[in-house]
């Protein structure tokens, strides 16, 4: 059907050249915009994601990132190609600034648990098998999350402990090869102080699961009220520190009793007196 200029009293040539030559140069050119950002996002992701895989980052960082930084560049290409619509983008970049910031303050929490959790997987205070003591909880690391490190406690417990408790706090690994065991054993003042030496040494010395490397320590720590005290610290390989801690409670007692040497216990004496 052919349109009669003169009754909408529209200039066929004034309208191409006011109206549809410029839009529709906008409108290709936002998409022609819209089109490359996205082929140029594309790319610039998978690059930054090669080189974090090179780099031996952990998988769950690595997509969680690169998710992160395809969204904001894609954000990005689309409010600059709606600027070349003419659109003032002014107001909608402060909306989108308010809306980070409400849900940010809204999600503090989890942010802190998330920034907690790429701390640890970059820097790495422990790994997935290592026995750890973290936020006063011990337990063998099972999964470490970008929200969450999961633990397995000694008596089959799984503990669930947000990111922002393990790195805020103090750490301990035990998973080095080797560890000292510190033990304390104490004896009568009236006992022979020498041979109780003479005895724990050779206990630590013969023993067939500690280190003859970093030699053992057997010393006099503390004149106590009731007893002295001796300190007995060998090393031993990481997976045998119970197996001598418990042993060798066990068969010191055993060998003081047989050798007649007095392990004190706290004692109250009550003195009373008789009025006339």
Do not use: C
């Amino acid at each position: 059907m052919d349109i009669n200029w003169d009754k909408l009293n529209l200039d066929p040539q004034l309208l191409w050249a006011d109206y549809i030559l410029p839009w529709g140069t906008q409108i290709i050119l936002a998409l022609l915009v819209f089109i490359v950002g996205r082929i140029l996002v594309g790319i610039v992701a998978g690059g930054v994601t090669k080189v974090m895989n090179k780099a031996k980052l952990d998988p769950i960082l690595v997509s969680f990132l690169a998710t992160i930084l395809r969204s904001v560049m894609l954000l990005l290409v689309i409010v600059f190609s709606l600027s070349q619509l003419g659109l003032d983008t002014t107001s909608l970049v402060a909306l989108l600034g308010a809306a980070g910031l409400a849900v940010g303050l809204a999600l503090k929490d989890s942010l802190s648990h998330f920034a907690s959790g790429v701390m640890l997987i970059l820097f790495r205070p422990f790994k997935v098998g290592d026995f750890v003591e973290v936020d006063g909880v011990m337990g063998s690391v099972e999964q470490i999350t970008i929200m969450s490190t999961r633990l397995k406690s000694p008596d089959n417990k799984v503990i669930t402990v947000p990111n922002s408790n393990v790195f805020g706090n103090t750490m301990t690994n035990f998973s080095e090869p080797t560890r000292r065991v510190d033990m304390v054993f104490g004896i009568g003042y009236g006992s022979d102080l020498l041979k109780a030496k003479a005895i724990l040494e050779e206990m630590v010395n013969n023993h067939e699961l500690t280190l003859a490397e970093p030699a053992p320590k057997v010393a006099v720590s503390e004149l106590a009220d009731s007893s002295v005290n001796f300190i007995v610290r060998p090393w031993v390989n990481a997976a045998d520190y119970w197996t001598v801690y418990w042993g060798m409670m066990e068969a010191v007692k055993l060998r003081f009793d047989a050798e007649g040497i007095e392990i004190p216990f706290p004692q109250v004496s009550v003195h009373m007196e008789k009025d006339d």
